[in-house]
């Protein structure tokens, strides 16, 4: 019954003074910005205005809606604005799913500026997502989901946007510091210590030790890479990290990175999208962004 165009009549009449100033403004005719409001006194079983002369003045009904109009079409302008930078990607919130637990420092990187560069897009990490981000993708609850282990289905698409290696990481006075590679058969009296995840997710098991028949001695878990960095070199255990990451951590900590196998693990880091979607100019924008922090 009350629609946009009701509350603008009723919003420039009162601003303008007169029907025809009113009607200008809004690109109609007088005649059928009249026809509209009475149309709409018919419905709403009130008067909205009296004529004065040239002039109209608003009725108590009407008074009422100009106060309407002057709280809703501000609104109805903003969300017309806002939903047209949604459509042009200029605005938004972009939610990251990971399922890289050592990724996060990196993704740090990516963020900082980012933020600079889109100053109406925020970001939102959801770390819930480990592991599980595939669905979350297909089910709208993420936008972007950061992996090192794609699954490609109908409507998703995957870009890497770096490539890495995944080494051994030990004490620097650890016996297996000194070589140029481990064997399967080193990590067999070792504490190895990853991340809570399962055993075929992680790759030194999948493509390296499991091929081989061979499960080190104790297998310990820990959330965070920090504090796992911190047993490394207290010499608690070993792990197994991108190479990137281990440097990092070395310049405070005595740990070094060790080649797994004489052709070591090589890996990527992808970023999913749903299909299409990774066109918009946020979303395209953030992993050109990610591939200069390689």
Known sequence: MLDRIHLSIIQEVDKQGTLTAAADVLCLTQSALSHSIKKLEAQLGTTIWMREGRNVRLTQAGQYLLAVAQRVLPQLQLAEERL??????????????????????????????????WPDVDVDVRQKFQFGGIGALLGFEIDLLVTPDPVFKPGLQFEPVFDYEQVLVAARDHPLASKAHITPENLARETLITYPVPIERLDIYNQFLLPAGI?????????????MMQMVASGRGVTAL??????????????????????????????????????????????VQAREFK
């Open 242 to 287: 991108p190479r990137w990451l281990v440097q990092e951590y070395a310049e405070n900590l005595p740990i070094t990175p060790i080649k797994i196998g004489p052709k070591g693990i090589a890996k990527q880091i992808y970023l999913g999208t749903r299909a299409h979607e990774g066109e918009a100019g946020y979303l395209h924008s953030f992993m």
């Open 84 to 117: 047209a930078q949604f459509a042009h990607g200029e605005r938004g919130t972009l939610r990251i799913g990971m399922e890289c637990h050592p990724c996060y420092q990196w993704l740090l990187k990516v963020v900082r500026p980012y933020l600079q560069q």
């Open 215 to 227: 499960t080190p001695q104790k297998h310990k878990t820990i959330e965070t890479t920090d504090i």
